[in-house]
């Protein structure tokens, strides 16, 4: 970390701060290249650096993958037609044009790992490759005017096994203030599929007695929407929907039920234009904000068993801090579990995190997190500190080195929990 590795003073600084605070994002759009080719621009264009989006990135996203003004005339790609614009002078009597891109709006993410766990016995391997762990094939686009998509085919090595797994979803964009979507909807409280390292925030990966984690993908129908706030900065967003349920089982007959909101205090505004604080520098990891938001899910969780039915509460606030080359970040997460004919459960989870730009490229992180008794039987509550530097070798290769220590329970040192952790991660 030169020219000094104390530039980290300001990064201990930003950790030492880290205060309460966290983003909240309407939707999921991970890192996709079928965007750089079609608009010919940079990953850094919309990504503080991949995956996570930086303040023109969550503006182009709140537009339906399309740029905040004159998307027509910067996109470099010339789209098929699909009908006569005169077709719509005579609609209903014929289908309403449309369009579809013109090359193949395909992308592809590919990560390895290499991991050394701490406290092993001599039977277990000291050093670990996997390659590849996680491969992405994304699809990703707009329909016309008012449509777009995004989906993907995704394999993970998980504990000796593969999982597949392939979500989508479909967008009807009418204006940034109503959408509609209908397809796999993604509420993670946490900035989620946006983290910078591998390890998953504790808020995303808290289970309750059924399985259920706000870090799934649900099929359903939701809207959401955007809008800018006072002189074009800031602004204010909103998601809500109705999903199926998700749990141990297939047998769930209810469906479930989330919302959140959230408002951004200065910086670019949601849905982009030509003000805000975007708009006065040429650095792209710079929105000077606050954000603060809420969060609330509510369903019925199915088990091995009708009987073992689970009523689920969960709730979340977030808030969000940007200032220059630091990010400031939180979220608590609460969770009531209840299961006719046993005792009701009720645990928390939280997390701090700070990051600080060092150079462009360069990025020192340090996480904080929290969970309380989970719901889940036989999982004791743990704490954990996870400091990591991410570096871009390239704007679509990444480079992350994580240390994570349980703080809470020294007995969890002597299980893989504490491992050193350098993952190779690209794009293309």
């Not at 003000?275 to 929105?287: L, P, R």
């Not at 009701?344 to 701090?352: D, N, V």
Request: hydrophobic share 40%; with cysteine.
């Amino acid at each position: 970390m030169k020219p000094s590795f104390w530039r980290g003073r300001a990064l201990a600084a930003v950790v030492l701060g880290v205060v309460p605070l966290a983003s909240l994002l309407v939707g999921v759009a991970r890192a996709v290249p079928v965007f750089s080719r079609k608009y010919h621009t940079s990953c850094s264009t919309c990504h503080y650096a991949f995956p996570q989006l930086n303040a023109f990135g969550k503006a182009f996203q709140a537009n339906g993958f399309r740029y905040p003004e004159g998307d027509a005339d910067l996109r470099k790609d010339e789209p098929v037609s699909l009908g006569s614009e005169s077709y719509k002078k005579v609609w209903p009597n014929a289908i309403w044009p449309s369009d579809v891109p013109g090359f193949a709006p395909l992308a592809v993410r590919a990560q390895g790992s290499i991991e050394a766990p701490f406290h092993q016995p001599d039977s277990v391997a000291k050093t670990n490759f996997v390659f590849p762990e996680h491969v992405q094939v994304f699809y990703a686009g707009t329909l016309g005017e008012k449509f777009s998509f995004f989906g993907e085919v995704e394999i993970e090595e998980a504990d000796g096994s593969t999982d597949v797994g392939f979500p989508f979803r479909l967008q009807w964009n009418q204006i940034p203030g109503f959408n509609a979507t209908a397809g796999s909807l993604h509420f993670d409280p946490s900035p989620g599929d946006f983290g910078l390292i591998p390890t998953e925030y504790n808020v995303s990966t808290l289970e309750s007695r059924n399985g259920w984690t706000a870090g799934g993908e649900q099929p359903g129908l939701g809207v959401w929407g955007a809008g800018n706030g006072a002189g074009g900065k800031g602004g204010w967003k909103y998601n809500a929907g109705i999903v199926t349920s998700q749990g141990l089982s297939d047998a769930g007959r209810d469906k479930d039920y989330f919302a959140r909101a959230s408002y951004k205090f200065g910086g670019l505004g949601e849905i982009g234009g030509t003000q805000g604080q975007a708009s006065t520098t040429s650095a792209f990891y710079q929105d000077n904000n606050a954000t603060i938001g809420g969060y609330v899910y509510s369903g019925h969780v199915a088990g091995e068993t009708f009987a073992e039915r689970e009523e689920l509460t969960t709730w979340a606030g977030t808030a969000d801090l940007w200032y220059h080359r630091a990010i400031l970040n939180a979220v608590v997460l609460g969770m009531t579990s209840k299961i006719e004919g046993a005792p009701e459960r009720t645990s928390r989870a939280w997390y701090a995190q700070g990051q600080y730009v060092i150079y462009p490229w360069l990025i020192g992180l340090a996480r904080f997190e929290s969970t309380d008794e989970d719901t889940k039987d036989g999982v004791n509550a743990e704490t954990t500190l996870i400091p990591a530097v991410a570096g871009m070798v390239r704007a679509n290769i990444k480079m992350t080195l994580e240390y994570r220590r349980p703080v809470s329970d020294y007995s969890l040192r002597k299980t893989d929990v504490e491992h050193l952790l350098l993952r190779f991660d690209f794009a293309m």
